[in-house]
């Protein structure tokens, strides 16, 4: 049973940093595709970053969050992380790991139905 485990939500005010994980378990990690994505209240979920796990390194950001969020990973973990930099109150949202347990050696995706396997999110909240 694969299981998405994320933590490291917060308040924080704008122009500070959080740093997010996301722990997978029984999930073959081996040439496969994470992404973390958001979803504000009212608001469609949106894909931030995506990344090749298991032996890639391609990375792929939102435009909204380039240059201030950065995804990497822990093979030996088997736990990807999103370092959150000079966050914007427009950056609150509910955070979402998900990963694609289908295809091997995936083109990197920022959509939502590339991924079937989601964590039960984590809030980020920023104030003015």
């Known amino acids: 049973q694969v299981q998405l485990v994320e933590s490291g939500g917060g308040s924080v005010q704008a122009g500070g940093s959080l740093r997010l994980s996301c722990a997978a378990s029984g999930y073959l990690y081996s040439g496969r595709r994470m992404a973390w994505f958001r979803q504000a209240p009212g608001e469609e979920r949106e894909g931030v970053a995506s990344?090749?796990?298991?032996?890639?390194?391609?990375?792929v950001y939102a435009d909204s969050v380039k240059g201030r969020f950065t995804v990497s990973q822990d093979n030996a973990k088997n736990t990807v992380y999103l370092q959150m930099n000079s966050l914007k109150p427009e950056d609150s949202a509910m955070y979402y790991c998900a990963a694609d347990g289908t295809h091997f050696w995936p083109v990197l995706s920022l959509r939502p139905r590339d991924y079937n396997y989601w964590g039960q999110g984590t809030q980020v909240t920023v104030s003015s």
């Open positions: 990344i090749q796990v298991g032996g890639g390194e391609g990375t």
